[in-house]
């Protein structure tokens, strides 16, 4: 039975890497979402200080980045698209204090991973971990709209030894 898991566990591994473009595991991702929409994302050029208390990942939005929003969202790629799409203010890093938990992500936004959700009332919030924004103390719901997924995302990336 563990032999068949096993092989079930490297057969999804292998499908997300050659069909979702997702990296196996324990490989770095060269891309990094900002937004929550299919293509929203920029490209990793640099990381260093991973797990520290001085993590940084530098971004580029580049061409390429733009034409994925362009052809997975849009569903047209027009050199208006992508003109509007690289005409986004972005920042060229994001960071965190993997001690602490404050991180700022591509877009300027601060927040603080608290750890895992220990909420007893599944309903409360569904997500696996507790992300509270910075400015308003408030956790955010798990929520497309409340930014949890590409938060979360950004600091995992910034911090994977915390999301364990």
């Given amino acids: ?11 999804v591994g292998a499908y997300k890497s050659i069909i979702l473009g ?11 979402y900002y937004g929550s929409r299919a293509g929203m994302q920029v490209s990793v050029v640099a990381r260093s200080g991973i797990d520290t208390p001085r993590a ?20 047209k790629v027009t050199d208006g698209c992508i003109q509007e799409e690289m005409a986004i203010k972005l920042q060229n890093k994001f960071s965190g204090d993997c001690k602490t938990g404050r991180f700022t992500t591509i877009t300027d936004q601060t927040y603080v991973f608290l750890g895992r ?35 979360i995302g950004q600091f995992q990336e910034l911090c994977p030894a915390r999301m364990r």
């Fill in 117 to 151: 959700n220990t909420a007893t009332d599944p309903g409360m919030m569904g997500n696996d971990f507790v992300v509270i924004g910075a400015d308003t103390n408030q956790p955010l719901d798990g929520s497309m709209a409340s930014g949890y997924p590409v938060a």
């Fill in 22 to 32: 997702e990296p196996l595991e324990g490989e770095q991702k060269d891309k990094v």
């Fill in 1 to 11: 039975m563990d032999c068949l898991k096993s092989a079930m566990t490297k057969a």
């Fill in 56 to 75: 940084v990942i530098q971004v580029e939005h580049r061409r390429e980045d733009a034409v994925a929003l362009c052809r997975d969202y849009v569903q």
